[in-house]
């Protein structure tokens, strides 16, 4: 069936340090990879996105990889910041990602950034 | 521009009763989706509505059922509750119409977090 995988469930870094969260997905028909952040009390929020046809994107301080072949993708934080400490999950759908497909979430990784 | 909008925030049913729980969509959008989180655990995907049908579904039993209405509003109504029915209901819409620019996707509201007891 669909699953995606995350690791870790807890992280706790350094203000300034990096950050790596990595999922694992089963479903070979997945081709959209947004991740998401959510804070106490809030809905989950996206922060970036990947689609099939690319290795990695990035936004600024964070970045994410993919190896569709592996079925592997990652969340690179750099430089990070306590406004970072937040609950973070990678998720996995069909198609490019456009709002016909259900997204199938991993179970989450907590971050918190020591300052 | 308003977000999604979920009502109530909070709500507390025990168990055996329906409860009925209520999704304002994103201005511009006409699709809406939930999904359950319980806790510690990511979100899992309900149902999904467009143009007030039910499109697709998740492993979800058929006391979990949805309405939506003609300016994209939509409903979760659960019946016969069960204690492992309490959890985070998200509800996310988003366009139906695939865009590739970059607002894409699903805004998800903050949720209303249903106890049973």
């Known amino acids: 069936g669909e699953n995606v995988e995350q690791h870790p469930s807890t992280l706790s870094v350094q203000e300034g340090d990096s950050a790596v969260i990595k999922c694992t997905y089963s479903?070979?028909?997945?081709?959209?990879f947004p991740w998401y952040k959510q804070e106490l009390g809030k809905g989950p929020q996206l922060i970036i996105d990947?689609?099939?046809?690319?290795g990695e994107k990035k936004d600024q301080r964070i970045a994410v990889t993919l190896n569709k072949t592996a079925k592997h993708f990652s969340l690179h934080i750099t430089e990070t910041q306590p406004e970072d400490s937040a609950v973070y999950f990678c998720?996995?759908?069909?198609?490019?990602?456009?709002?016909?497909?259900?997204?199938?979430f991993g179970t989450g990784t907590l971050l918190a950034v020591q300052p | 521009d308003a977000g999604v909008t979920q009502s109530p925030t909070h709500l507390i049913k025990t168990r055996g009763q329906q409860v009925t729980l209520r999704c304002s969509p994103k201005?511009?959008?006409?699709?809406v989706s939930w999904y359950q989180q319980a806790l510690g655990q990511g979100p899992q995907f309900i149902f999904q509505y467009y143009e007030e049908e039910e499109r697709q579904r998740g492993n979800f039993p058929d006391r979990f059922s949805g309405h939506q209405f003609p300016n994209y509003s939509s409903e979760l109504n659960v019946n016969a509750l069960l204690l492992g029915d309490s959890a985070l209901y998200l509800c996310?819409?988003?366009?139906?119409?695939?865009?590739?620019?970059?607002?894409?996707?699903?805004?998800f509201g903050s949720g209303t977090r249903l106890t049973v007891v």
């Open positions: 990947i689609r099939s046809n690319v």
């Open positions: 998720a996995a759908s069909r198609g490019d990602g456009g709002a016909t497909n259900k997204l199938i």
């Open positions: 996310a819409s988003s366009w139906r119409v695939v865009y590739r620019g970059p607002v894409y996707g699903y805004t």
């Open positions: 479903d070979s028909a997945s081709n959209y």
């Open positions: 201005s511009g959008h006409d699709t």
